[in-house]
Structure formats: C-alpha cells, structure tokens
C-alpha cells in the first residue's frame, strides 16, 4: 500500500524558511516522479514542484522559481521541500503527491500546513 | 502557461441526476487531462487521467471526454457519496495546471 506522510509545516514569519519532508513507502521510491502540490485555505489546487525519480531534473511553478527547492533522499525515501523567503501568500496545506510518468497524481499525502504570517 | 477553466463554478443537483462539468485549455493539450475529486477536508482522489481513463476503483458512473482544448467530467447517475468539489488538470507541459474547481452541491 503505497503511502505519503508530510511532516515539517508550522507557524513562519514572512521572510522566514521552511523545509518540508515527506516520507514514503508501499513502492519503488527511485521510480517515480514525486511532486508537491499547494491548496491555500478555501481555495483550489496549484502545482508548485516536482523532481523525477532520480532527481536528476526539476520543476517549478513560478509562484516559488528561485526561493523553493525540490529534492530527495533515495536512501531515505523521503522528498523534501525547502522554502525560503516565504511570503503570506504561501500559506497553504501542502501535499506530497506521487506522480505518474506523464505527470498527473496517483496518490496524495495527507497534507501538512504552512502558515505565514507575523 | 496553459489556463483551464472550469465551468460551472458550481452547481446544486439531485441524487439520480445526469451531470455535466467542462474543463477548457487554453491550448490544445492533447488528452493530456485529469480528473479529481476533492471532499471537505480530504485529500484530493484520482478519478480519470487521459482524459478518459477511469482510475482502477472509481466507480462507472463517472467518465469523461475530449479532445484539443475542451474535456468534459460526467457523472450519470449522481450519488450521494459524488457531492465533492472536481478539479481537472492539464500535464501536457510544465507548469502541471488545475482549473478552478467545481463544488457538486445537493439540491
């Protein structure tokens, strides 16, 4: 059974860092491309980042290109996501989320929330 | 970027009812689309990817449809379980994109 637990969300000031950890298990951790996916409170799902699965390449949305970095531990399968120069706007529940090769998500973390506020 | 635009935002419905949500790409995405659902204080779920490609245990009810820019989700006999927020996305090319989402309520 494949499973994704987030860990890592809490309370910033504007301006502060965040690393974000996401531990999985239930499947071939180096095969497959893993992604972090962003819901802000009331609002819909944007895509913020993904790395493939030997994490020799990655992608961002624009909203964090330059202050969010996606990467992984093979040997720990767990995905990470730092965050630095957070801003309010970040605010969200984040989710780890299993990616297909093409790119869409299979399975989801339950999600951790980021705050960003002062 | 490629914009998808859901519509209806929202709709009000009734259990048995056929329904019908649009998803429209700003670009040709070439069956390149997913549908979600998305409950009240859940995780989203996997309903259809390759725009109509039903994911191993949804149920038959749902399936979906499309080509070049226009994709639609359809439900074709709702049930009480289906009163969910659906979101489609587009993983033709990076940045992976969702519409805005739209809320199945009960009428």
């Known amino acids: 059974e494949v499973q994704l637990l987030e860990s890592g969300g809490g309370l910033v000031q504007p301006g502060g860092s965040l690393r974000l950890s996401c531990a999985a298990s239930?499947?071939?951790?180096?095969?497959?491309?893993m992604s972090w996916v962003r819901q802000a409170p009331g609002k819909g799902l944007e895509w913020v980042s993904a790395?493939?699965?030997?994490?020799?390449?990655?992608y961002y949305a624009d909203s964090v290109k330059g202050r969010f970095t996606i990467s992984r531990d093979i040997s720990k399968n767990t995905l990470y996501l730092q965050m630095n120069s957070l801003r309010v706007e970040d605010t969200a529940v984040y989710y780890c989320?299993?990616?297909?090769?093409?790119?869409?998500?299979?399975?989801w973390g339950q999600g951790t929330l980021v705050t960003v506020s002062s | 970027d490629i914009q998808m635009t859901q519509s209806p935002s929202s709709l009000s419905a009734s259990v048995g009812d056929r329904v019908t949500i649009t998803c429209r790409a700003s670009?040709?995405?070439?069956?390149?689309l997913a549908w979600y659902q998305q409950k009240p204080g859940k995780v989203p779920k996997l309903l259809l990817y390759?725009?109509?490609r039903l994911e191993s245990g949804v149920p038959s009810r749902f399936s979906g449809s499309g080509s070049g820019t226009d994709y639609t989700l359809t439900i074709s006999s709702l049930q009480p379980e289906d009163f969910a927020t659906y979101y489609c996305q587009q993983y033709y090319t990076t940045p992976w994109t969702f519409g805005q989402g739209t809320k199945v309520e009960i009428k």
């Open positions: 790395i493939s699965g030997s994490g020799a390449n990655t």
């Open positions: 670009q040709g995405i070439s069956n390149s």
């Open positions: 239930g499947f071939t951790f180096s095969t497959y491309a």
């Open positions: 989320a299993k990616a297909h090769s093409s790119g869409f998500f299979h399975y």
């Open positions: 390759a725009a109509s």
